[in-house]
């Protein structure tokens, strides 16, 4: 059983930057692929970027490439969401996602889910 604890979410304004992390126990981190995911309010989980468990290949939504950077530290049981130039329609609660030994893009392909943290980007 794999636990996932993310942090780092807060109130931050329109072009600023947050850095979510994820920290994971329970399991050899090495062996999971790591997602992140977000759902704004009264909208579905939506796929924002993932990472292979050796951090080679990295996916990203198309709504964030070039702004959010996914990284992991295997020594850390860490997965990161590096978060610039934010936008109002960011605001929502990440959620990190574990998968064992691959990635998705659905929330389906995941095995196990942190309880989230909230980002809220003000205009």
């Known amino acids: 059983q794999v636990q996932l604890v993310e942090s780092g979410g807060g109130l931050v304004q329109a072009g600023g930057s947050l850095r979510l992390s994820c920290a994971a126990s329970?399991?050899?981190?090495?062996?999971?692929?790591m997602g992140w995911f977000r759902q704004a309010p009264g909208k579905e989980r939506d796929f924002v970027a993932a990472?292979?468990?050796?951090?080679?290949?990295?996916y990203y939504a198309d709504s964030v490439k070039g702004r959010f950077t996914i990284s992991r530290d295997n020594a850390k049981n860490t997965v990161y969401l590096q978060m610039i130039s934010l936008r109002p329609e960011d605001t929502a609660v990440y959620y990190c996602?574990?998968?064992?030994?691959?990635?998705?893009?659905?929330?389906?392909?995941?095995?196990?889910w942190g309880r989230g943290t909230q980002v809220t980007v003000s205009s």
């Open positions: 990472i292979m468990r050796s951090g080679s290949s990295t």
């Open positions: 996602a574990a998968r064992h030994l691959g990635v998705g893009v659905a929330i389906s392909s995941y095995d196990y």
């Open positions: 329970g399991g050899t981190f090495s062996n999971y692929g």
